[in-house]
């Protein structure tokens, strides 16, 4: 059997255009003379689709593309995702579905399985799961169809295994056809997976993935094709679209390691958050015009070189804003990074909008020498400010440059440095922003030297660094991460070197105390197993403190 994988990259709702992008893939496997093409879950609506499903029209408009692509069948089998009303129920039930078409019709359907409703999944809410699981027969041989989340059945301890029931009734190859959104290593965790379920039902495996970006998910595509002794025998790349075709009747080696394997942690953190960033723009139809507060510091800076990256220097524009306590050479880097990025970078010296609210606090507050933290924060809002005003006159989105360990500690400002479209480095760690800088230099100078040297700093009061307000940062993450993606107790968090248990108490409390702060900042980017955002549900109002007896 010739197997063409089409890994493509459909925007959610564009009904007819998702539909083009299967015609595609199915006039180039009919071309390669291949004898199915496979495409992702839900590929004519895109995924994740969330609401739109329950909005009137949505399902029978999708069902209309899904009859469109029956002259296409004609030529070579397609199979798809797609929401196709569950038979037997209620009218208004639907099921997550992978549907073979040939011949001008609908011959087979599989509905999916098991449905996800663990961090950003929520697919209860929408289908109904398959109740009844057999193969079909494709070119005369039996074979089996599933749904992403059904071959996730040994990590989940689901008690239905559909890739066993199908194997055992005689399908003599699986298919899953999947939107797996991407977190660091997700692409390796599917590949010895299915490498598993492969050769404990003796069968191959094709794996068929969805890619690019949708709001705050990205999706890696990576598809694959295991062979029945669990061996890799064909690997898309990850982060962009492909198209292969595999004889799964011919002979083949497992491919070497190195054909296989992912690329390093920063290299997929920078792939995946430009591919993350390019796709907000040209999927919601946006010029690709982004606006950055710079700092000098190195957040601002790689936001800026990321979002060089995925949308070109020429659509990117930094705003300087020096005030009553920027160094000089934070406006110093901060210019030099334009010039070693060839972006556009303008000077605005917020001080004297700031010295008009000090004055507008001493009528409103009572005079004094320092208003603190009010003193601080205002001239952050100014920056955010300046920012949504440069915004709305031209046409740009502003990008947020904060990171994800001073999200987790409320180390930002609402209304100031939380403005904007999306919050790029919302998901990464202060450790990682400085991996990316330096994985930007790799090969010359774009983020300068001394950005990547100096005590991180907001500038906001006089000698002011993070330090004074924040553990060191490798203490602050390790505790983070063992919080956030470890989901862990304080009392069960392993106390890093350098500090003690009651700061690790202290840091998850604070961690708790700002949730309200993370409700109201922009879109974050997700690129671990536990991002802020619709994947983390906890509430803004709650007393709970874990006993430390």
């Known amino acids: 059997m010739r197997v063409a994988i089409a890994q493509v990259n459909p925007v959610v709702g564009n009904l007819r255009g998702n539909r083009r992008l299967v015609e595609e893939a199915a006039a180039k496997a009919a071309d390669a003379r291949a004898d199915v093409v496979v495409l992702p879950e839900l590929v004519l609506t895109g995924y994740p689709p969330m609401d739109l499903l329950s909005r009137e029209g949505f399902v029978r408009d999708q069902i209309r593309e899904l009859d469109a692509l029956l002259p296409a069948s004609k030529r070579v089998p397609i199979l798809l995702g797609a929401a196709l009303p569950a038979e037997g129920k209620a009218p208004g039930e639907i099921c997550n579905t992978a549907v073979l078409l040939a ?36 070119g005369g041989v039996p074979v089996g169809l599933t749904v992403c989340e059904d071959s996730w059945v040994d990590e989940y301890r689901y008690p239905v295994n559909p890739i066993a029931e199908l194997a055992a009734a005689g399908a003599q190859c699986i298919f899953n056809i999947s939107a797996s959104p991407w977190h660091l290593d997700k692409a390796g965790e599917r590949r010895e997976m299915i490498s598993r379920l492969a050769r404990s039902q003796a069968t191959p495996i094709v794996f068929v993935n969805q890619v690019g970006g949708n709001d705050e998910l990205i999706f890696d595509g990576g598809s694959f094709v295991c062979d029945a002794r669990g061996g890799v025998i064909a690997s898309l790349p990850l982060f962009e679209t492909a198209f ?13 390691p190195s054909a296989v394997e992912d690329p390093e942690h920063v290299v997929q953190l920078e792939a995946g958050l430009c591919l993350g960033i390019g796709d907000y723009f040209h999927k919601q139809g946006l010029p690709p015009d982004a606006v950055i507060g710079l700092s000098g510091g190195i957040d601002s800076a790689v936001t800026a070189h990321l979002a060089c990256l995925a949308l070109g220097p020429e659509s990117v524009l930094g705003i300087a804003m020096p005030g009553p306590f920027s160094s000089d050479h934070s ?44 003193q601080q924060n205002i001239q952050s809002r100014i920056r955010g400010a300046t920012l949504m005003a ?24 609402l209304y100031g440095d939380t403005v904007g479209g999306i919050a790029v480095l919302g998901d990464v760690y202060k450790r990682d922003v400085y991996a990316l800088a330096h994985l930007a230099n790799r090969a010359e100078e774009r983020i300068p030297l001394r950005t990547i040297e100096k005590p991180p700093s907001a500038e906001l009061a006089p000698d002011q660094l ?29 106390v890093p ?53």
């Not at 999916?112 to 809410?125: A, Q």
């Open 390 to 413: 440069v915004s709305n006159a031209e046409g740009r989105l502003v990008l947020a440059t904060g990171n994800k360990s001073e999200l987790s500690t409320g180390y930002c400002t």
């Open 244 to 256: 292969e075709v595999i004889d799964l009747d011919a002979a083949h080696e497992s491919l070497e």
């Open 497 to 549: 070197p350098g500090t003690t248990a009651k700061a690790v108490r202290d840091i998850v409390k604070r961690l708790d105390r700002n949730e309200y702060k993370r409700r109201q900042a922009p879109l974050v980017l997700r690129t671990s197993p536990k991002a802020f955002g619709s994947g983390r549900r906890l509430p803004i109002v709650h007393r709970f403190i874990e006993s430390e007896d």
């Open 103 to 138: 011949d001008g019709r609908r011959v087979a359907r599989q509905d999916k399985t098991h449905l996800p409703t663990y961090d950003v999944f929520d697919e209860k809410r929408y289908f109904r799961p398959a109740e009844r699981r057999s193969p079909c027969e494709l």
């Open 331 to 374: 406006v110093d880097d901060a210019l030099a990074l334009g010039r070693n990025l060839g972006i556009e970078v303008r000077k605005v010296d917020i001080t004297p909008v700031y010295e008009s609210y000090i004055a507008i606090f001493g009528d409103l507050l009572g005079k004094r020498d320092d208003y603190g933290i009010a």
């Open 466 to 494: 993070d330090s004074d307000d924040l553990p060191p940062y490798e203490v602050l993450d390790a505790v983070l991460e063992q919080a956030i993606e470890g989901q862990r107790s304080a009392s069960g968090i392993e």
